[in-house]
Nanobody
Framework: QVQLVESGGGLVQAGGSLRLSCAAS????????MGWFRQAPGKEREFVAA????????YYADSVKGRFTISRDNAKNTVYLQMNSLKPEDTAVYYC????????????????????WGQGTQVTVSS
């Protein structure tokens, strides 16, 4: 089992940047594919980015491609989401998620394929 704790959210002006971190407990972090999702008020949770256990495979929602970068440091049990050129529509609670997948260099992009979730961190982008 793995526990996830997000940090790095906050208030930023449009065009600014934030870096989210997700720290994972447990010794087998490198066995997990990791994802970032977000949920805006009144909307369903949606996929943002995902990264395979090795870090070699990454996936992005079209809405953030070219602006957001997902990365991981397996030695630090941490996954990151660098968010640049932020827009007001990026305002949401951002969640980190994990699923065990050490047998293929793949990360899911759908909610139901993730087994573990963090508590979320608020990102607010002002116009």
């Amino acid at each position: 089992q793995v526990q996830l704790v997000e940090s790095g959210g906050g208030l930023v002006q449009a065009g600014g940047s934030l870096r989210l971190s997700c720290a994972a407990s447990g010794r087998t972090f490198s066995s997990y594919a990791m994802g970032w999702f977000r949920q805006a008020p009144g909307k369903e949770r949606e996929f943002v980015a995902a990264i395979s256990w090795s870090g070699f495979s990454t996936y992005y929602a079209d809405s953030v491609k070219g602006r957001f970068t997902i990365s991981r440091d397996n030695a630090k049990n941490t996954v990151y989401l660098q968010m640049n050129s932020l827009k007001p529509e990026d305002t949401a609670v951002y969640y980190c998620a994990a699923t065990e997948n050490y047998y293929s260099d793949y990360a899911p992009t759908v909610i139901h394929e993730y087994d573990y979730w963090g508590q979320g961190t608020q990102v607010t982008v002002s116009s």
